[in-house]
Every structure is written in structure tokens, then in C-alpha cells.
């Protein structure tokens, strides 16, 4: 277990930054492993998932409970990308973000990159995949600019 934790911690660290790592996942998390592989598929704190692993290509994909805890216990996050409030009731329903509506995005955003969903006031409105870098996201006029997968007002 020690040694999963210790594993986990650095593919969150190497995905979303230095000290995130522990930021998401702190003592105490369970690790719930794949009955037919034997790896992990999914790490919970008090019963609440806070992410999946992606066996594709060995990152996580987070929950909602996950982007709050990691906007709440890591400041310097930087792959979150900000919706003007025009979008933010969409996006809280789990729509797309259109890049004519982000006001601001993380400078290391790749397209692929996980990333959470923010409101100007910095709620976590969604969590999604990021189909643009930060550059075409502020620049473009038209397209979508995050895949959103899980919204604040449809959890799923």
C-alpha cells in the first residue's frame, strides 16, 4: 500500500505539477484495484472517489471531489481554465466550453491535459479534457476548447 500511495502521489505530481500529488492524495486515501488486472482503477478518501487511472496512458482523470480538493489544497495548480459567466451555468451542467468563452487558462495546458473548470470568482464549475492549448484557447473565436466530462450540477 505504502508503495502504491508513494507510486500514485508521482503520477500526480508528473500530470498536474510538483506537490500535487500529495495535495490529492493524502494518508488515508484506499486504492481500489481491478479484479482482473490487479491495478489500480480508482482512489477514494472517506468513501469519496477523488480519481480514476487511465491503464490508455497511465494518468488519472479526476472527479469533482478530486478538482475541489485540488483547488483547495494546491494554490499553484495551473491547469485550471476560467469561463466568462456567460458560459459558467452551461459548463456547470456539463456542456462544452466553447473557446470564445475563456477568459484565462493555465500556461502549461496541452491539449490531452486534464483540467478543471472555473468560474471568474475560481468555483470549480467541471472537470474535462482539454482539446486546445492555452494559446488557441484564449485566441480562438470558435471551437471547443474543453471536452467537458463531469459538470457540478450533473455529477456523474
Known amino acids: 500500500m505504502d508503495g502504491d500511495l508513494t507510486r500514485i502521489r508521482g503520477i500526480a505530481d508528473y500530470q498536474f505539477g510538483r506537490g500535487c500529488g500529495k495535495a ?5 486515501v484506499t486504492i481500489v484495484y481491478s479484479k482482473n488486472t490487479g491495478r489500480i482503477r480508482h482512489v477514494y478518501l472517506g468513501g ?14 479526476l472527479t469533482m471531489a478530486g478538482a475541489d480538493r ?5 494554490p499553484s495548480f495551473g491547469f485550471t481554465v476560467t469561463v466568462d459567466g456567460d458560459a459558467a451555468h452551461f459548463v456547470a451542467d456539463g456542456r462544452s466550453v466553447f473557446a470564445k ?35 488557441e484557447m484564449l485566441a480562438f473565436k470558435v471551437g471547443v476548447a474543453v471536452r467537458v466530462r463531469r459538470g457540478r450540477n450533473r455529477d456523474a
Open 24 to 28: 490529492l492524495f493524502p494518508d488515508g
Open 70 to 74: 485540488m483547488m483547495s489544497s494546491a
Open 101 to 135: 468563452h475563456v477568459v484565462e487558462a493555465g500556461e502549461s495546458i496541452r491539449p490531452g491535459d486534464e483540467v478543471i473548470v472555473v468560474d471568474e470568482g475560481g468555483k470549480v464549475l467541471a472537470v474535462g479534457r482539454a482539446l486546445l492549448n492555452r494559446g
Open 48 to 61: 469519496v472517489m477523488l480519481a480514476s487511472f487511465r491503464p490508455t496512458d497511465g494518468l488519472f482523470t
